[in-house]
């Protein structure tokens, strides 16, 4: 069974730019969330997609928008970004009435 | 807010040694889960603990759900080089959010 898939694996975006992160979750699961890590703050919940709807949110700017596909693969997107968005970001996916959550390998995003 | 407290922050231990690590909180929850994560990469699933009291093992780690549902505990026996990372323990909040310990970085010398 294929794991979670992030694309890309490395981006580098100039401050004020906005970027679009992809996320495949393992096959058969609906639940998408997303996570940031930063060396200072850790990982922090971004939001929580499942069949499509956003289920949870976590507290980052509207800045920080995703959304979810029928195919339950998800988006996330960043605009007008700033220097303070560089991290890793991290998708992770749950299976139905499944607690625990599988990552992906994440994003690199640096804001220059 | 409800917060995970991970302890110890780092080890830098010999190889064969043991390893203990933990996590406490104010709150009950309900889950713990514990993930190792290696530089550049996703936090890979190490042990699911369900129950108060309960005691899992996988390979070489055992981890336990503790009786007050407020910590966890995970032992790495008889370390190796590949033990090296930065493990986190997880628990879901009362608003259904995943949050994080602040991790425990080991490192062994072989």
């Keep these: 069974k294929a794991g979670v898939t992030q694309t890309p694996r490395y981006l580098i975006k100039t401050r004020g730019q906005q970027v679009t992160l992809s996320c495949s979750p393992i096959s058969g699961h609906r639940s998408v969330s997303w996570y940031q890590q930063t060396p200072g703050q850790g990982l922090q919940f971004l939001f929580e997609y499942f069949s499509e709807t956003q289920r949870n949110k976590g507290n980052f700017p509207g800045r920080f928008s995703g959304r979810q596909f029928s195919n339950s693969r998800s988006e996330m997107n960043v605009s007008t970004l700033e220097l303070g968005d560089s991290a890793l970001y991290l998708c992770a996916s749950r299976g139905p009435w499944r607690t625990e959550a599988f990552f992906g390998q994440g994003t690199r995003l640096t804001v220059v | ?110």
Excluded: H
């Design chain 2, 1 to 110: 807010g409800q917060q995970l407290n991970q302890s110890p922050q780092s080890m830098f231990i010999q190889e064969g040694e043991d390893v203990s690590m933990n996590c406490t909180s104010s709150s009950i929850f309900n889950t713990w889960l514990w993930y190792k994560q290696e530089p550049g990469e996703g936090p890979v699933l190490l042990i699911a603990l369900y129950k108060a009291g309960e005691l899992t093992s996988n390979g070489r780690l055992t981890a336990q759900f503790g009786i007050t549902r407020k910590d966890s505990f995970l032992n790495i026996s008889a370390s190796i080089p590949s033990d090296v990372g930065i493990y986190f323990c997880a628990a879901y909040n009362q608003g259904g959010k995943l949050i994080f310990g602040q991790g425990t970085e080991l490192s062994v010398k072989p």
